[in-house]
């Protein structure tokens, strides 16, 4: 089969033009608003007294600036976030100019089950979190002050499987056009033909009005350096609007869009009345074939081209789901640098302002609608609105999305199914026939894409025969890792079988015996087995790890490429993948939520990008080894070779390899401190050197501007990297102190977040946040008129439980994010007994000694004025856990168990008891529901209750599966009521995708169940 799509893509981007006959104005509105977290239905009035309610700007994530708690609605699923009902109002003055207008008030992204009012005026209601919808309110507004009030509910969570951003979290603008105009969504462009000589653009403009009148449609064609390529003029008879006219136009010589040069033309349109201007719509375009072939994958611009790609969820990173354009441009930035020229929207579509960086940048993109078409979390899209909802919601999609360059096929759903996928595709074909369909394994017989999940990793995914369509690994690989932290054993999630090979790819253990014992904390303080971080050296996975992956995918001419899952970490998937509180993201990302990378940011980049590049792991700190212990040291390199030095001795040189085990230069090398450098020859010369160097306590704080995709002073947005150094400025890789913040000038800090997996405190509204494994970052936002503002941080320092140094350090660093850095001094008062400092306390000017217990506490002051309160404790049991949590605990170490007590629970208790937290039906009727996410292949598994029961009779209990009865299941007496568990075993058929496993009692009870594992 070959799927063939040769197209010129245009991309509407509304705005008020310079021309000064030009009728179109284009207003944000995202300063300004008023917002509560209640419910009341006069907040709709006009003239309600906002007051109390809190100033926000938009975008405005209300769920991420409350932070997490334990008992958050949204669950674990949802990284423990918030959700509730939220109000937002905000008054404006309607220009003169405006007032025989037609006015569109438009959103781009609302979550979710958005009301809207205007001057109290009922406009309409969009259930759907994840897309663009606008009202046209002209006939409500009046002369003076006009009040848009908004209702957003989120009262039934969790309604996604993941972390979902509540309240207006994407732009908002107020539209003012002529009553003769372009419709919204109403410009197409295709193309019949593109050689090197030309390309032949067909532009399809949707127009209306409401006074029939004569007028001109003109088209113009301008190149990257604003010079007219291509011109055309249309004539519209009176009586003839509300139609749509195709103008045809020829480019000569274009230039193509690329994923390496992503040349962008701009298109305008223009309707124009009486030789006057009335309406004029300025757009994007790039011109690019694309296609899809069974044999050898995808193909752009007449090349094949592997799809280097990431699934991405968009509140993937440190603002939620409140990204400004700036920073999400940061964010696409450093996916690109890996080497990403990929990125799937996992699972629902992103505001426009995303698709415009991705033609800007030159990132293609798997664009996709939907998660589920039913229901898949407890109160998701899927339950609430999509059948009522989704032509509508999928047709705003694909109006507003079709023309980006980036997008190169279309997703309509994840591990889902149904017959309505005929009807989904068969409308992405309607409205877009230039793109193929695909779904995350989601009734793949309907689609023209064959997209698989998880299933696509397996050893016998490789063997078995597929469709004949284009392939797409829609989601994999699935591996895990912590930014600083590793592991030389090999871990699988499901553990592994080498009787069972089909179903995972072998991966010996680097070493005999592990030779990290570190851990987030004592194994016997965690709840379960999953609860534990995961190796950076690419060897904790599901079934095949990334080097594996990249090795089928590059050499397989069939395989198109691949979306692993993920590029940055993610909020959210916290019970299911990592075992719950404390633990808030799910670990799949190349980058974790603060941005940070990862080593395997590096592997992707030593395979994707040509630039000489060198980066060694693991770090070279290593406090509690004893010397000649041996550590398999990696470099992940593009050179020809890498030669590795140990304190100024060659270690010798080793050659990156194409096969999988073979792709990173490998040594063993003995433990002892000092420099561990790798050098890379291309040719026979030194191109490239990277070092790893042993550093001792951590004795001061750096600060440094991420300023390579973002610049303060235009963008109006800053990242500041806070690192913990030793007194020679090492980085310390384990360092976990605190940092304190001081904002000086007209910014504000919109996140404080340092990637730590288990950190459960607040990102917004704070001041302090402690780093992880020796960093942090602050995410600044820049008022318009902001002049001087600088950053002043200060951190307490010295290992939490003073395991090799009892030697405290304070420090404090100042930097200018714009604008003068004024000279100034601090000075630092401090009390190692708990008490406040004051300015009569010992001032600091030297490092000083401490025991076991103490709590440090210092104040800075600049000008007579405290700047800074810092207060750090040093103890045993405090961060980092430096027992030897290898054998500890293993009753606990199974990584498939979902406990009871996490689960959905009707008419039970949960009883802590013996070290086991425990569902007790206490002699009364109830149920228990485990959410299971099934991310391989449907099939046959089995489904292990582990219960006690001191009841001398049997306690019958009915399972379902996804709503149908499988059978009864006999609880047996166990001779105790919270100890003996026992297993009683069933056998069940899992769908792809979301699992619902249900116990009902019969009218005699229940035993006390522990968890259910499933194998």
């Not at 592990?514 to 709840?527: G, H, I, M, N, S």
């Not at 401190?673 to 020859?681: D, F, M, N, S």
């Not at 009521?977 to 009870?1005: H, M, T």
């Amino acid at each position: 089969m070959k799927y063939k799509i040769l197209i010129v893509y245009l991309v509407v981007n509304l705005f008020f033009c310079g021309n000064i006959f030009s009728q179109r104005e284009v207003v944000s509105i995202e300063k300004g608003w008023k917002f509560t977290l209640k419910d009341a239905s006069e907040y709709s009035n006009q003239d309600y007294n906002t007051s109390q309610w809190k100033n926000v700007q938009i975008p405005h994530d209300w769920a991420f600036e409350k932070g997490i708690s334990k008992d958050g609605a949204q669950g674990a699923s949802g990284g423990y976030f918030d959700g509730g009902i939220g109000w937002y109002q905000k008054r404006f003055e309607l220009s003169k100019n405006w007032r025989n207008k037609l006015v569109t008030i438009e959103f781009d992204g609302v979550y979710m089950n958005s009301e809207v009012w205007i001057n109290g005026h009922y406009l309409g209601k969009r259930p759907y979190g994840y897309i663009s919808f606008r009202y046209e309110i002209s006939k409500y507004l009046k002369e003076g002050k006009n009040t848009i009030a908004v209702r957003v509910d989120n009262s039934n969570e969790p309604s996604a499987r993941w972390y979902h951003p509540c309240g207006i979290y994407a732009p908002v603008r107020l539209i003012a056009t002529s009553h003769q105009y372009i419709k919204p969504n109403g410009v197409y462009v295709k193309t019949s033909k593109i050689t090197d000589k030309y390309a032949t653009v067909c532009v399809k403009t949707s127009l209306a009005n409401t006074k029939k009148s004569k007028g001109v449609l003109e088209t113009l064609v301008l190149n990257a350096s604003n010079k007219v390529v291509a011109k055309k003029t249309s004539v519209i008879k009176k009586g003839g609007f509300n139609d749509e006219f195709e103008t045809e136009l020829k480019i000569k010589d274009p230039n193509l869009w690329t994923t390496e040069v992503p040349y962008l033309y701009k298109v305008v349109n223009r309707l124009i009345i009486k030789n006057k201007v009335v309406d004029e719509v300025s757009t994007h375009l790039g011109i690019r074939s694309i296609e899809w072939k069974t044999e050898t994958g995808f193909w752009l611009n007449g090349k094949v081209t592997k799809l280097l790609g990431v699934s991405e969820h968009y509140e993937g990173g440190p603002l939620g789901g409140a990204w400004t354009k700036t920073m999400l441009r940061w964010k696409l930035g450093l996916l690109k640098e890996m080497g990403v020229n990929a990125i799937r929207t996992a699972h629902n579509p992103a505001p426009p302002m995303f698709y415009d960086l991705c033609d800007e940048m030159g990132i293609l993109v798997m664009d996709e609608i939907f998660d589920g078409w039913s229901k898949k979390a407890k109160e998701d899209y899927g339950k609430q609105a999509f059948k009522d909802w989704w032509k509508k919601d999928m047709t705003e999609w694909l109006l507003r999305n079709r023309n980006h360059p980036s997008i190169i096929v279309y997703s309509v759903g994840n591990e889902t199914r149904g017959e309505v996928a005929k009807e989904l595709v068969a409308l992405c074909h309607k409205l877009d026939p230039e793109k193929p369909v695909t779904s995350g394994h989601s009734s793949s017989e309907y689609m023209d894409v064959y997209g698989v999940n998880g299933g696509s990793e397996r050893p016998s995914f490789f063997d078995t025969s597929r469709p004949e369509k284009p392939f797409v690994s829609t989601e994999a690989p699935h591996t895990w890792q912590t930014r600083g932290y590793y592991r030389s054993k090999t871990w699988f999630r499901d553990g592994y079988n080498p009787n069972q090979k089909g179903k995972a790819f072998e991966l010996p253990d680097l070493t005999d015996k592990e030779v990290f014992t570190y851990e987030w904390a004592p194994r016997l303080a965690w709840k379960n087995g999953k609860q534990h971080f995961n190796s950076s050296y690419d060897n904790a996975m599901v079934r095949i790890s990334a080097r594996k992956n990249w090795e089928l995918m590059r050499d397989l001419p069939w395989f198109s490429g691949h979306f692993r899952w993920t590029g940055f970490d993610y909020y959210g998937e916290a019970g299911y993948v990592h075992g719950g509180w404390p633990f808030r993201l799910f670990m799949g990302g190349a980058l974790d939520v603060a941005g940070f990378k990862k080593d395997l940011f590096y592997f992707y980049k030593s395979q994707w990008t040509q630039e000489p590049m060198a980066h060694i792991l693991p770090h070279w700190t290593h406090s509690t080894l004893k010397n000649g212990v041996e550590i398999p040291v990696w470099v992940y390199s593009n050179c020809d070779e890498v030669e590795l030095f140990l304190n100024g001795k060659s270690l010798g040189k080793d050659k990156p390899g194409s096969k999988w085990n073979e792709m990173q230069c490998e040594w063993v090398v003995p433990w002892e401190p000092g420099e561990l450098v790798a050098k890379g020859y291309v040719n026979g010369k030194e191109v490239i050197l990277s070092k790893q160097i042993t550093a001792s306590k951590p004795s001061a704080i750096q600060l440094k501007i991420e300023d390579t995709y973002l610049n303060p002073v235009k963008d109006k947005a800053a990242i500041i990297t806070a690192n913990l150094v030793d007194n020679k400025n090492v980085y310390y890789p384990y360092g976990e102190n605190k940092v304190y913040y001081h904002l000086r000038g007209n910014a504000t800090l919109l996140s404080l977040e340092n990637g730590d997996p288990v950190d459960t405190t607040k990102n917004v509204g704070i001041t302090v946040k402690k780093a992880f494994m020796g960093a942090s970052r602050a995410f600044v936002r820049l008022a318009d008129n902001a002049k001087n503002v600088s950053l002043l941080a200060g951190a307490i320092l010295a290992e939490k439980q003073l395991l090799t140094s009892n030697i405290v350090h304070i420090d404090v660093k100042n930097i200018s994010l714009k604008g003068v850095l004024e000279n100034e001094s601090f000075k630092v008062f401090y009390t190692i007994d708990g008490t406040k400092p004051t300015l009569n306390s010992d001032v600091y000017n030297k490092p000083f000694k401490i025991h076991l217990g103490t709590v440090v506490r210092a104040i800075v002051v600049c000008n007579g004025k405290e700047v800074l309160s810092m207060e750090e404790k040093f103890d045993e049991g405090l961060g980092l856990s430096w027992e030897n949590n290898i054998e500890l605990n293993n009753a606990k170490k199974n990584t498939n168990d979902m406990l009871a007590a996490e689960a959905d629970i009707v008419g039970v208790s949960v009883v802590s008891k013996n070290e086991n937290s425990f569902v007790d039906f206490k002699s009364k009727e109830g149920k228990i529901t485990w959410y299971q996410e099934n991310d391989g292949s449907s099939g046959v598994f089995t489904l292990k209750f582990s219960y006690a029961s001191n009841d001398s009779k049997p306690r019958p209990m009915d399972l379902f599966v996804n709503n149908k009865r499988i059978g009864v299941l006999d609880f047996k007496n166990t001779g105790s009521w919270n100890a003996n568990w026992k297993e009683v075993n069933i056998k069940s058929q899992l769908q792809a995708g979301a699992n619902y496993i249900e116990l009902r009692s019969k009218g005699k009870s229940g035993p006390n169940i522990l968890m259910l594992v499933v194998e």
